[in-house]
């Protein structure tokens, strides 16, 4: 009988810890992918933050380097920069990436640092409790906002994916989704492409992947699952914001 589905060398053999229906670990087999159909495993260093993206380390068989909350991409850039040959990308969720970390994402896509972030956005603080994040939607009830999320208090929902995608320094910004095997196999093909343009030393690239939260949401697996289409997708659109290599001297 011929196996048609293996785990890819870029991941580690270990069983998940990761929360029933958490899509972690969808998205780290789209990247581990990547890595592999790229050939460049043995340099690859990624950069994890805080929050539930920094287990990187126990499931990618690659050097990792570890950056205080919302610092990722300001250490991949100096990663990136004494080893240009290296492959570099970051690892981040929403409650690091869009809070914490807001001036260390802008600056480096500005600059159009050579390098790739990975952005799982599942619209709350995952590992420290379930609070309101930047992303959370209106209406949301979190642990810091017990009654829903009330945008003329805390303002819109941010799209990050189209914020960065007005900057100079940016090559590729998209968004895309894990829920259904459709969007699952798109996910993937923007994954790659964001790899290629670093590859091909195209400039910043950035993929925010919409991913869901059971155990912070409050929900069954399958209803977390549900909810990215009916109430995630409409308000935060996929898609390629953003597809213009930036020539680098």
Known sequence: MQQVFTRPESLKDVQTHFCPG??????????????????????????????????????????????????A?????GVKRARPDSFVFTYQGDGDLAAIGTAEIIHAANRGEDITVIFVNNTTYGMTGGQMAP??????KTSTSPYGRNKAKDGAPIKMAEVLAQLGGVAYSARVAVNSPKNVLQAKKVIKRAF??????????????LSSCPTNWGMAPLAANERIGEEMIPYFPLGVFKDDPIAQD
């Open 22 to 71: 958490c899509q972690h670990g969808t998205v780290h087999r789209l990247v581990a992918e990547a890595l592999d159909q790229f050939g460049v495993q043995q340099k690859t260093i990624g950069v994890a933050s805080v929050g539930c993206s920094v287990f990187l380390y126990g499931y990618f068989d690659i050097d990792v380097v570890e950056a205080p909350h919302g610092r």
């Open 73 to 77: 991409p300001a250490v991949a850039t």
């Open 135 to 140: 992303t959370t939607l209106v209406g949301q």
């Open 196 to 209: 290629q343009f670093q590859a091909e030393g195209k400039g910043f690239s950035f993929v925010e992947v």
